[in-house]
């Protein structure tokens, strides 16, 4: 994959608005007392609970989350007993999570570009891991 695919990927999923709101934006959604107790329910996995997953930091959530997780996930019974909203915030959160790693690893070269390499590499990581996938994307259409 080159650079001008990725950045058909990120532009496809920015055209789906799955990062319209970031976390950061957004009501606290996961905290409403009646969501807790149906998402503790619904396990990703046979020792993570939506519930679980919503809690961790993002970087760790990334990298427990597996795409077929994920499919599984929003395929389930218990995952379409949800409300609309409820069923929107959270799918937004897991496309923001799954997706995360490919964003990182395309606005690294274009972020130290912009920059004109004054930083170092680990600095330039330590910088990008705190963005939203959303400003990731801006790195690269910036870059392009």
Known sequence: MD???AMMIMEFLCRLRLFEQSVAEQKRWYDDEKLNGKAKDI???PDLSLHDLVQLR???AAKLLKYKDCLDLVTSEEF???SNRSRKAY???LCEKTARRFFLRWAL???MDLIHYRL???CC???IENLENKDLHNICLARS
């Open 3 to 5: 650079r001008s695919d």
């Open 91 to 93: 799918t937004v959160y």
């Open 125 to 127: 990581d330590m910088i």
């Open 109 to 111: 070269d274009p972020f």
């Open 58 to 60: 993002p970087e760790e």
């Open 43 to 45: 396990m990703i996995k």
């Open 120 to 122: 170092p590499l680990l």
């Open 80 to 82: 379409r007993e949800l």
